[in-house]
Nanobody, 120 residues
Framework: QAQIAESGGGLGTPGESLRLSCTISGSDFSRYYLGWYRQAPGKERELVAAISTTSITTHYADAVKGRFIITRDNSKSTVYLRMNNLKPEDTALYYC?????????????WGQGTQVTVAS
């Protein structure tokens, strides 16, 4: 049974940076695209960033393009999200998941997520 463990969230002020980490165990990690998602209060979960199996292709939501960077380390079964120039609207619970291809739905049960709060 695959398990997802997100970490690295916290409280940040506008303009600061945070790095999220997500380790997925029990899954053939290197075979799948990976995505970071977020869900703000009262809103649906949305895809923020995704990365292909060999990191050649990345995708970002318009709201984070130019500020967030997704990377992966297949040897550690870990995907990262570097969040630069944080904005209050980035406040959300952040999750990661695997997916077969860029626009495919997530494959695994959701983990606990990691909370990011941006406030001055």
């Amino acid at each position: 049974q695959a398990q997802i463990a997100e970490s690295g969230g916290g409280l940040g002020t506008p303009g600061e940076s945070l790095r999220l980490s997500c380790t997925i165990s029990g899954s053939d990690f290197s075979r799948y695209y990976l995505g970071w998602y977020r869900q703000a209060p009262g809103k649906e979960r949305e895809l923020v960033a995704a990365i292909s199996t060999t990191s050649i292709t990345t995708h970002y939501a318009d709201a984070v393009k130019g500020r967030f960077i997704i990377t992966r380390d297949n040897s550690k079964s870990t995907v990262y999200l570097r969040m630069n120039n944080l904005k209050p609207e980035d406040t959300a619970l952040y999750y990661c998941n695997t997916q077969r291809f860029l626009r495919d739905p997530p494959l695994l049960p959701w983990g606990q997520g990691t909370q990011v709060t941006v406030a001055s």
